[in-house]
């Protein structure tokens, strides 16, 4: 394998050194394009009180590419699927060079705060969301309690 | 240091002596291998201009021409009007032209021909008749150079409309020198065995004796070559005073020519550099197994310099450098050739002279073999820099300009001297670090500003401006421009 690039290590080493509040990323042992991230739900969404993980993966022509990102707990979110694809415009058309994967993760959590039942990715959740929004809701944050509760992890 | 296959085809191609549309035929295998089928080769009836014909000769022939067209027209411009480049070429002459006298042999019978149409300074050319009379390409050259007359080649002076009635004359003051000219190559020979003290006093006697003779024969142009001397000796100077490093080690760069409006590619290679201590030399030759490491050396390593193209010899050449930081290059009986300037130093298989070297010379290993079609089959033009020079460009103004592009970033980010300190902090995110890979954007670095003033290596935006140029697409404010647009002065 080619060696990694400066950047990935620049990137890697600002995280460790200045983490972003409420998101932690570190790279796996074995592969240093890999990494487990966990996002904190944010404070005022039906997530909140719930530590999500995710898995990072950066190909080969990053950062000319959008990382690829995946949520590995389970969440009830209009935008994230069931195999945790996430629908989310930085990571795909709008990726640009200039974003890193602080950012990235950032617009992660800022989407939690913030479903977007118009664009889905998930369509049975996003019926639901946009029948009964409450109901949705509450849904969401049963899901929260019972996946993603930090006391479970 | 390894020198790899990078080169996209077709699109890297080093500055190529058939720039003018012609193609190069292939060189012929027996060529590259050596020069025992002469004989069959001139025997052949050779096609009417040369092209399209499998002789190494004619190819060799046809390559010779176009540079020398090239570099023909290259002369009035000053493209070659490196001053060590004269007495070189005129010492190369010297020796070829006599060679040519004395063997109807191919390779040296072409060189004067090229330095007949673009030296108009050196008199010791050989004449039409002393080339292959059954070769069409040199017929071709003859008459190019004599027969075009003046109207097209008002730049070139009296030598070039000299008649072949001149022959006589010239091939008898070509066998005189002959002698001279062996008794230099014995004695320039010995140097390396010597590798001591007397070696670099043979060194500069050699060229000295060079400079002589070339001096003496040229009576009609002494006065220019004596111009052409002293600069030669002044530039010289300069650069000895300033080249060596602390290590006590002189240096050389090697970069990779490349001209991608050319049909033709050399071998793309990374720039190398090497350093030597005084007095020793450094081969260059073909990546083999057994030189592996050397392809990988660090920068600034002693290591030989390889290159992984089969037209390169395993001992193709080498560098010399004598205790002053004069460099020096020997063809170390290559088979196909080392070219310096495009003038080839020796024959087939044949030891050349040491020759010295200058800042921007162009050295090319070998010739495209099959058209150069197939990268390992690819000849190496490299243009070489000494003594660290490629370095000494970094000075004041590199650092000034840089401070005012942060100042800019300053002054357009800010309205009043309260905001100095938001404008230092915009500029510091502005332009101290590139958003693609992160690094610090440092003086004597390649910068990109978008018209959105937006700063970047140029190695790192260069993929997205080709991506969708005209088009460019702001990584950072995803503002979008147009880098086509006219540019204009507001009066």
Not at chain 1, 57 to 86: E, Q, S, W
Not at chain 2, 141 to 165: K, R, V, W
Not at chain 2, 424 to 449: R, T
Request: net charge negative; aromatic share 6%.
């Amino acid at each position: 394998m080619a060696a990694l690039p400066k950047r990935i290590i620049k990137e890697t080493e600002r995280l460790v050194s200045d983490p972003v509040p409420g998101i932690t990323a570190t790279p796996s042992e074995d592969n240093l394009r890999y990494f487990h991230v966990t996002i904190e739900g944010p404070s005022a969404s039906p997530y909140a009180g719930g530590l999500f993980k995710l898995e990072l993966y950066l190909p080969d022509d990053y950062p000319m590419c959008a990382p690829k990102v995946r949520f590995l707990t389970k969440i009830y979110h209009p935008n994230i699927d069931k195999l945790g694809r996430i629908c989310l415009d930085v990571l795909k058309d709008n990726w640009s060079p200039a974003l890193q994967i602080r950012t990235i993760l950032l617009s992660i959590q800022a989407l939690l705060a913030a479903p977007n039942p118009d664009d889905p990715l998930a369509n049975d959740v996003a019926e639901d969301w946009k029948k009964d929004e409450q109901a949705a809701i509450k849904m969401a944050q049963e899901w929260t309690a019972k996946y993603a509760s930090t006391s479970s992890q | 240091m390894y020198i790899g296959a990078k080169t996209k085809t077709g699109k890297e191609s080093p500055v190529s002596a058939q720039s003018s549309g012609l193609s190069l035929s292939p060189v012929d295998k027996k060529m590259l291998s050596g020069s025992g089928e002469r004989a069959t080769h001139e025997a052949e009836a050779p096609s009417s201009n040369g092209e399209g014909s499998s002789s190494g000769n004619n190819s060799l022939d046809e390559q010779s021409r176009n540079e020398g067209r090239d570099a023909h027209y290259n002369e009035p411009s000053g493209a070659y009007s490196s001053t060590g480049d004269l007495l070189r070429s005129s010492s190369n002459n010297a020796g070829q032209g006599t060679s040519s006298g004395r063997r109807s042999s191919f390779g040296l019978g072409f060189l004067s021909s090229f330095t007949n149409s673009i030296r108009p300074q050196a008199p010791n050319v050989d004449s039409p008749q002393n080339f292959m009379s059954n070769s069409p390409t040199i017929a071709n050259i003859s008459q190019y150079t004599s027969g075009n007359g003046p109207g097209s080649f008002d730049i070139l002076s009296n030598e070039q409309s000299h008649p072949p009635a001149n022959t006589q004359v010239q091939s008898s003051s070509g066998s005189d020198i002959d002698a001279a000219n062996d008794l230099n190559i014995t004695r320039v020979n010995e140097v390396p065995e010597e590798d001591g003290s007397g070696g670099e006093g043979l060194l500069a006697d050699e060229t000295a004796r060079i400079q002589q003779e070339r001096e003496s024969d040229n009576s009609n142009t002494s006065a220019n070559v004596e111009q052409q001397r002293n600069r030669t000796s002044d530039s010289e100077q300069n650069s000895i005073s300033r080249g060596v490093d602390k290590d006590g080690f002189f240096s050389v760069r090697l970069t990779p020519v490349i001209d991608h409006s050319s049909s033709t590619s050399g071998l793309y290679f990374s720039p190398v550099i090497r350093r030597i201590k005084p007095l020793t030399s450094i081969p260059i030759g073909r990546y083999t197994e057994k030189n592996k490491s050397a392809a990988h050396a660090p920068q600034g390593s002693s290591a030989p310099i390889v290159f992984k193209s089969k037209v390169v010899s395993r001992t193709h050449a080498l560098f010399q450098c004598n205790k002053d930081g004069q460099w020096f290059l020997k063809d170390c009986k290559s088979s196909s050739g080392t070219f310096l300037n495009h003038i080839r130093l020796s024959r087939a298989s044949e030891e050349s002279t040491l020759m010295p070297l200058m800042d921007g010379d162009i050295i090319q290993l070998g010739m495209d073999y099959r058209g150069g079609t197939e990268e390992v089959y690819r000849c190496v033009k490299m243009r070489c820099e000494f003594n660290k020079s490629w370095q000494r460009k970094v000075n004041n103004f590199n650092l000034e300009i840089h401070q005012k592009l942060k100042s800019l970033a300053i002054g357009t980010s800010t309205n009043g001297e309260n905001n100095q300190a938001i404008g230092k902090a915009l500029a510091g995110d502005g332009l101290s670090e590139c958003a693609i890979c992160l690094m610090k954007l440092d003086p004597c670095q390649a910068l990109f500003i978008s018209p959105c003033s937006h700063c970047w290596h140029y190695k790192c935006i260069r993929p997205i401006i080709i991506k969708s140029y005209p088009q460019f697409y702001c990584p950072n404010c995803r503002a979008v421009c147009d880098l086509e647009t006219d540019i204009e002065d507001d009066d």
